[in-house]
Structure formats: C-alpha cells, structure tokens
C-alpha cells in the first residue's frame, strides 16, 4: 500500500463462496474487479452494523475504469462512497503481475468532500527495476502523493472535483491531460455517433480454418464470384488495408446465401462441424440458416459500398476506407455512414479520426492492455466501437481536411503498386532495375505520406481550438522522412542535453537529428521551427504533439518483404508447372524449370546471391508447402484415432445425405412451393421421414476431435492443415515412393480433384510395380493413399463416366482390392501400416555452395 493512511486488509477467505458464485456467473468473461470492490466496501465496518465507518483500501485492475461492465459501478455506487484517493499504478512495475492496476482509499460512508485526491500516470517504468519497491513510477507515487500540484515526468498529483470522477470512463491521464480532453470534447458540433447508421462486426465465420484459405488455394479450387478478401485488424493500418488472406464467401452480390458444387465440395468435409455452431444459444438450423453460411454477418455493411474500418486493438488509431468487396471480422470493426454519404464526407471523418488528436482523446476514453516501459506509445488500446460513438466531431469551415485524406488515400493506393509482391508479378528483363526503382519510389511516397500526415495533425489542432493560428503549409510539403518530424527533433535534442532516455529511434529504425533538415524549402524550414515553438509554449500542443499519439509508420524492412515476395512468387510459378494430372519428383520439377530465365532471377533475389542450386532450392520450397496424402504419414500413430474419427463422421454424413436425397429433402424448398399449402406440407412430411430415418440408422453424427500440433509429424504440416486438417498446401507427397535414381520428392498438384489423384497414384504405382519391380512392401503406400481416396470417389465420381463407360470409384475399387489380392495384402494390413523413417531433406546436397538462406 502507499503511504500511511488507516485501511483494513480483506483477504481471500472473507469473500464468500456463496458471493464469488454470485459474481463469477455474471463476470466471467469481463472482470471480477468490480464485485469485489463492490465487497470490499461492505466489508469495512460500518455497512454491517453500528461500527463507525471502516477504511478501505485496495489494488485492483483498472480495466473498470474504460470497459461498460465498470459503468454501473463508477456512476451507480462509487458515487454514494466517501471516496478518497484514486491512484493510478498502471505504470508502475509490480512483480508477477502484468495487468495494468489502479489503487482506491475509501470510507465505507457518505463523501464528506467534493474533493478527490488522485495520482495520475504520465509516464511507465522505463525498464525493470531491479527493486521494485524503488522502481521510479512507485517512488513518485510514495514521494509525491502527499502533495496536490506536485509533478514529475511520470506521475502528476491533482486534488480533482468529485464529479469528475461520477462518469464513466475515467480518464487518469496526468499532466492536464484530464484537462485537455474537456476542451477537444466540448468544442464538438456533434458526436460521431450521429454519423454512423451502422458500427460493429462485419462477419463471423464462426470457423475461421474452413473459410481462410491461402489465395493460391481459393484461385484453383472456387469461382472467384465466391472469394473475398478477409481483413483482420492488423491489416489496417496507415490509410491502407493490406489483406494477408482470402475466404471463400458463400453468398451472391446481395449477400444472399448460396454456394455451388465445387464449394460445397469443399465445405462437406467440416459439414457436421459447421452445422454443430452455436450463436446466440442456437445452431444455424435453429436461426434459419445454412449450414455453410457465416455464424454471423451483417448483410447490410458486408453490401455496402463504402466503409470505414479501424484496427479494434493497436497503439495507434488506424482508420481506412474500404470500396467494397471485402469480410472485415471482429478484429476490423466497420462503420457504416448514411447511404447517402459522398466519398468526401468519409474523407472528413477520416481525417478527425486518423489525427493525432484523436490518438490522445482514445488514450483518454479506451481500455488500454498495459506495458508502455518507454512511453504509451508502446501500449495496445482497444478502440471500443461503442465509446467511439461519443467521439467530438468539429466542422472545417476550409475542408482542408478532405483534401489532406484524398491525396493520402491516392498515396496509399500508389504505395500498394510498389510493393515487392506487385513488382514480382509484373516482370519483365531488367528485374533487379525495377526492384531498385521501385524501392526508391516507395520511400519517396511514404515520405509524402509522412508531410501530409502532419499537415493534418496540424491542422486539426486548429480545428479543435488547441492552436489559434495556422501551422499548416500553404503549398505542397517536402516529404519528411521519420525523425525529421517536429516532435522527434525535440525528441532528438531532449535525449542529446540527458533530459530523456527512448528507444523511439532505435525501435523504428529512425534517426535522430537536432536541427531542422538545411535541404528544406526556406518558408516551410520557418513553418517547422513554429511548430517546434508551439510544441514547446503550447500546454495542449505539447500534451499531443509527442511520440505516445504520433503515428508510427511502422512497416516491415523493404528486404524482408522482398524476400517474403520472391518466396510466393516461386512458389506460384512451381504451382503453374505442376497443374497436369501426374506426380513427379522435385528433380523433374527443377528441370522443367531450368529454361525460365525469370526463374533464375527471382531465385537469386530469394537466395541473395547467384550461387545457388535450383534443384535443392525447390526440394525445400517445395517441402514446406506440401503435406502427405497419406494420414498415417501426416499424423503421428497415436494420433491416427483422431483421423478414424473423421472417417466416421464422414461415412455417416454420406448416409445422412442418401436419407436425404431419396425423401427429396436435399433440396430446400423453393419460396414459391413454399407459399403453396400442399407442397409445402408434403415437404414438411418429407422432411418428418427423414428425421426419423436419420434418428433410427445414424443415432446422431459424432462431433470428430480436432487436431492438436503435437499430432502432426512435422511442425511444417500444423500451419498446412490446422485443428481440422483443412488442406492449405500448394502440393500433395507420397513420401517413400521416391523412383530408382532419384531420392527427391514424389509430388502432386493440391489443386487435382480425388479422380485425377487417383489416377495419378495408380500410375505412379504401376510404373514402380512393372517397370522397377518394386516389392509388396514398398508399393504399400502407395495403396494406403489409394484406400483413402475411395470413399471420395464413390461419392463424387460415380456416376458412369462417359470417356471410360465406367463407375470411376467402383473402377478404383476394384483396382485396389485385385492389387492386393496379388500381393497377398488384406484392406486391414492397410489401415495398420505405418511409414518407415522418411529422412526430412531429400535431394539437399549440403556444400556451401548450395546453402540456402
């Protein structure tokens, strides 16, 4: 505790169990922070009996003080408490416990005063002290605490109005910071809120591993009409949206629900898991919906032609407008404007939005994660959708903003055309010159980016009353690099005289000047300086205009992302040669790409030098991106129960489909049959019968499990594949079954459906077996890949096939059980045989020439 005021210790024992049922029911997936101060309070004498009124005093998370579920307790019951000190220790380093914190003193009676003592946070601990009892932020709070109007650079002491501290969320920012949020909120004309017809989820897939797909998968295996692009919030950043990930989407250009063969082809392995969601205490039969549609999803935003979606957790605020065609999920929260809202009014909002000041009024209003050592600028908040709403949105007379927000949204546009990934796929002779240019212009536009940033932030201090005169550039600015701003060059000088310590320039590889850059135009040079005048004059401008609610600009390095690049653009071109319906090793593959001389060029940018040898290059490219075809050399053999299970699964929806298909219940209703009384009542019996028969011949579709990592033979496959062993890969292996004279892996194309897996298996194992003269037990797995695929092509190929005349699956049914009745093998001995050990690098002739990085 901190210094030396009465107070009662309550330990855990006083604390019910009858109480902490009462409350974990209700707060379990919130807080229990707020019941037990609710308790604490009734514990100190007085509450109970004639007592005079006892102290209270107590540490909890602070996570009450931002979050709704503390909106009750601050404005319903603190209010009627004698509530003394409010002490915020979110900076303070406390030994074993990460979750930011705030301390209360209390009397257990009516307030006696109208006035709170508080501690309020400027600054975390920078660093771990090695005794925590003597960490800075601690030492403040015991040093100064018993001063009002005392101040240091992490910790500010206020005697603050009672009142202030009757709503919710309260705001403990030190320094004025309290203060300056008043004055941003009450020069509002509106609150954002008035602006938004719709904020909050864009969808929920409710099964994240089925509807993600890479895009190199989503392209060979569903029309593209079915795809869309899926953004989590980590992908919204800096007025862009950079989507890693594509879903397949099954719903039309209304958002009506609807998937073709070749999707629900896809969908029918995790049927039963789909189907088995529960959202808002119902399975989606329950709530009218397919079983292959999304959990959740918001018809309206998903149609929508414009949104604006912001990054729910991150450190600064990163808010972007989408054009469409894109599944934001909880990560990305949407907000939808009017329908009648222009381009130029999301652009007005943007701009309030995306501006440092607003970055301040977010740390002030938002429940932050904690861990800020150098500064808040390195603390996670949650952008909470709903407190968002209060937000004050002032008018700009000169719409200046608008035309700061278009030209950084063409920028952010432009910048995407230069990423490596775009350049790579654009080729042409003079690779490495491209390469290089568009490097070049990338920082050239980021630098622009930067200029137009602070031109915003600048203005908006006007807007909102912060500044009177305009400290923007008349015309166009010169483009800044990062440390160049006027805040890092304080921030420069600060750490140059000792005043400061901040790994700032280190952290975003950055450098540090002091001095206004001499290359600048005269009258922007002139601008800089009263920027840096007012930064340093301006109590509000200084409280912003720092490192804690500047935006970052962080990006991964240029060499990283090239890598990343060349790495998928290889990957992609091997994809391309592989297509035909054949296996082959990773030794033919190589050689058919020899004569690519764009091959051999984007090889050396991936490998960074022309030493290289292309075949041990795509044995390991190769070797990441594919998975076995066999389960039984993808899984471990404890975990093969697992894959049983599925198997099980899978056999019983196949008779629940045949139940369905013969009642002519596997079709829905159609919405004109269903206003007709008669066929809608014979449906109704349809479906009655089907239900009963299902009932009587399945007994229920066991859930299967899901897999863990520690199943997966290699850590490789876990990615691939996931807890429900959803293809992700580029190629299928048959490890094992490598040809005489060539130890490099047998692959195929992922994108081949089972028909033509099967028979490319089936030729593979024939030219082992007749022309090599393989032995039973090395022709085993290829059978084994066989086996597996038969249930597939019973249900999807067999129909008489009108090239060979023939069932296609009783074909290759009858081709695996003569094969094993020649080799004196039974089905059984198949479902028992387990793989042999596979050496993890076939083909990798380690010299250092041919090192890999």
Known sequence: MVGNPPYITVKDKALNQAYRDKYLTCHRKYSLGAPFTERFFELAFGAEGNQPAGFMGM?????????????????????????????????????????????????????????????????????TPVDAALGKVWSSIVDLMPSAGSENDYISVVDQERRSFASHPW???????????????????????????????????????????????????????????????????????????????????????????????????????????????KTQA????????????????????????????????????DRGGKVFNRTAPVIQLSPKASESDHFALLGLLNSSTACFWGRQTFFGRGGFSDGKWQERVEWDGTKLKSFPVVEDPKKKAIMLVAQLDQLSQELVQVDPLVVLKSLNADIFGRLKAARQLEAQILGQMIALQEEL????????????????????????????????????????????????????????????????????????????????????????????????????????????????WLLDKFELVCQSPELQTCAQLADRLRRDADISHVAEVYCGSDMFDLQALVSKLVDGDSVPQMASVRLKADSLPK???WQETWDKQRLEDAIDAKSGVDQP??????????????????????????????????????????????????????????????????????????????????????????????????????????????LIPMLVALDELIPWLKQW??????????????????????ELRNLEITRANLLQWQPASIASKRGVRKTKATELN
């Open 457 to 568: 932030d600048w203005h908006v201090y006007q807007l909102y009353g912060l500044i009177d005169e305009d400290l923007c550039y008349t015309g166009i600015p010169p483009a800044i690099e990062l440390g160049q701003r006027a805040f890092e060059i304080l921030l420069a000088r600060s750490i140059e005289s000792g005043e400061s310590e901040t790994i700032w320039f280190e952290h975003h590889g950055s450098k540090p000047i002091t001095e206004i850059p001499s290359d600048w135009p005269a009258d922007y040079q002139k601008l800089v300086q009263a920027r840096l005048d007012a930064v340093q004059n301006n109590q509000w401008v200084k409280l912003i205009d720092n490192k804690d609610h500047k935006r970052r600009w962080t990006r991964d390095s240029w060499e990283d992302r090239l890598k990343i690049a060349a790495k998928d």
């Open 171 to 281: 705001s403990v920012g030190g320094g004025g910071a309290a203060d300056l949020k008043d004055l941003i909120d009450n020069a509002a004309v509106s609150k954002f809120g008035s602006h938004c017809s719709g904020l909050g989820f864009g969808a929920i897939t409710g099964e994240d591993d089925v509807y993600l797909l890479p895009k190199s998968d989503l392209q060979k295996s569903i029309d593209s009409k079915f795809t869309r692009g899926f953004v989590e919030g980590d992908a919204v950043r800096d007025w862009s949206i950079s989507s890693k990930v594509d879903c397949v989407f099954p719903y039309d250009s209304k958002v009506e629900a609807g998937i073709d063969c070749q999707m629900e082809r896809k969908f029918w392995p995790a049927k039963t898991i789909l189907k088995s969601r529960i959202y808002f205490g």
């Open 669 to 778: 209703l159609s919405k004109e049959d269903a206003r007709d009384p008669e066929k809608k009542a014979k449906y109704e019996l349809a479906m009655a019968q089907a239900k009963l028969e299902k009932a009587e011949k399945l007994g229920g579709i066991p859930l299967p499990p899901q897999y863990k990592s520690t199943d997966f033979r290699k850590p490789s496959y876990w990615p691939l594949r996931g807890k429900l062993d959803v293809p992700k890969e580029r190629f299928f292996s048959l490890p094992g079954c490598e040809k005489g004279g060539d130890s490099t892996l047998v692959i195929g194309w992922v994108g081949l459906n089972h028909l033509q897996r099967a028979q490319a298996i089936a030729a593979w194992y024939l030219d082992r077996k007749e022309s090599e003269g393989w032995e039973a037990e090395r």
């Open 797 to 818: 190929y067999n129909e008489v096939d009108p090239e060979f005349g023939e069932r296609m699956g009783d074909y290759y049914e009858g081709f695996l059980l003569e």
């Open 59 to 127: 540490i909890t998370a602070s996570s009450f003080m931002k979050r709704e579920f503390g909106k009750k307790l601050i404005e319903d019951y603190l209010p009627r408490k004698d509530l003394t000190h409010v002490i915020d220790t979110s900076g303070a380093f406390i030994p074993g416990h990460n979750t930011p914190t705030v301390i209360l003193f209390a009397r257990n009676q009516s307030p006696r005063t109208d006035i709170i003592r508080a501690v309020l946070g400027i600054r975390g601990e920078p660093g």
């Open 286 to 321: 329950q709530r009218g919906l397919e079983w292959y549609e999304y959990g959740y999803i918001s018809k309206e935003k998903c149609a929508a032609e414009h949104l604006i979606s912001f990054a729910f957790v991150s450190t600064h605020n990163h808010f972007v407008l």
């Open 643 to 645: 894959f049983r299970a």
